[in-house]
């Protein structure tokens, strides 16, 4: 799992132009990606605070606020990318996180 390259495809809201992408060479790195645009949106919302924090439930919401996510990530076996969706995408980065904290 740690080598797979991972797209994260996005839309911010309902507006289609606001469909973007981000790709990583790893789901790992793909998470750190997912808690990078909360925090910098944190700090967007919130410009006098020094240090914000959050736990999952607010990254949850953040996630669960965007229009559409998904993620691609390429399976070597099939020679193939294979999508998962948003649910997906909370649990992946539940677990980052809870290996970061170790």
Known sequence: MANR?????MQTSPNRATRTFMDYDSISQAMDGIC????RKLK???PAIRNITYDIA???N???GL?????LVYD???QAYLPYDRKWIKQRTFQHLK???H
């Open 58 to 60: 607010d990254l949850y």
């Open 5 to 9: 390259h991972t797209i994260i495809l």
């Open 44 to 46: 967007e919302l919130n």
């Open 76 to 78: 070597h076996s099939v």
């Open 67 to 71: 229009a559409d996510l998904s993620a």
């Open 36 to 39: 990078g645009l909360y925090e």
């Open 99 to 101: 290996k970061l904290a």
């Open 62 to 64: 953040f996630v669960d």
